[in-house]
C-alpha cells in the first residue's frame, strides 16, 4: 500500500470499514460512476447540511459534489425539510394529479414562459 493511501486510510477509518463491507454494492459505491472518483475507496457520509457533509469520521467538507437537490439549494435547509415532511404526510408518489399539479404548472409557465 502507498503512503499516500496508508494516510488515507488512517484518517478515514470508518469509510474505509464501511466500503470493505459493502460487497453488495459495484466498486463499494451506489453508482457505478462513483467508483471513478479518486482514492482508495469512497468516502461514507453521516451527515449533509447547507453546502457541506461531515463523514463517517466526523471530518467536515465543502460539499463540491453538491449533487441533485443539494445543488439546487444546498442540504437539509429547514424550510425544505418542513415543506417536505408536511408534503409526506398527504403522500408523495400518488402518479395521479394533485391539487397542487395546476398551481404548479401555471407557476413554471409564468417563471419560464412554456406553454
Same mark, same amino acid.
Given at each position: 500500500?502507498?503512503?499516500?493511501?496508508?494516510?488515507?486510510?488512517?484518517?478515514?477509518?470508518?469509510?474505509?470499514?464501511?466500503?470493505?463491507?459493502?460487497?453488495?454494492?459495484?466498486?463499494?459505491?451506489?453508482?457505478?460512476?462513483?467508483?471513478?472518483?479518486?482514492?482508495?475507496?469512497?468516502?461514507?457520509?453521516?451527515?449533509?447540511?447547507?453546502?457541506?457533509?461531515?463523514?463517517?469520521?466526523?471530518?467536515?467538507?465543502?460539499?463540491?459534489?453538491?449533487?441533485?437537490?443539494?445543488?439546487?439549494?444546498?442540504?437539509?435547509?429547514?424550510?425544505? @425539510?418542513? %415543506?417536505?415532511?408536511?408534503? !409526506? +404526510?398527504?403522500?408523495?408518489?400518488?402518479? =395521479? /394529479?394533485? @391539487?397542487? %399539479?395546476?398551481?404548479?404548472? !401555471? +407557476?413554471?409557465?409564468?417563471?419560464?414562459? =412554456? /406553454?
Amino acid at each position: 500500500m502507498a503512503a499516500e493511501e496508508e494516510r488515507f486510510v488512517a484518517t478515514h477509518p470508518r469509510s474505509a470499514a464501511h466500503s470493505a463491507e459493502s460487497e453488495h454494492l459495484l466498486g463499494g459505491v451506489p453508482m457505478a460512476w462513483m467508483a471513478r472518483w479518486p482514492g482508495a475507496f469512497p468516502l461514507v457520509v453521516d451527515r449533509a447540511s447547507g453546502a457541506g457533509f461531515t463523514d463517517v469520521d466526523g471530518i467536515d467538507y465543502v460539499d463540491f459534489c453538491l449533487g441533485d437537490t443539494g445543488a439546487m439549494a444546498g442540504h437539509g435547509l429547514t424550510f425544505l @425539510t418542513e %415543506a417536505l415532511a408536511a408534503q !409526506a +404526510e398527504r403522500g408523495i408518489t400518488t402518479m =395521479l /394529479p394533485s @391539487t397542487d %399539479a395546476s398551481w404548479v404548472a !401555471a +407557476e413554471l409557465h409564468r417563471r419560464f414562459t =412554456l /406553454p
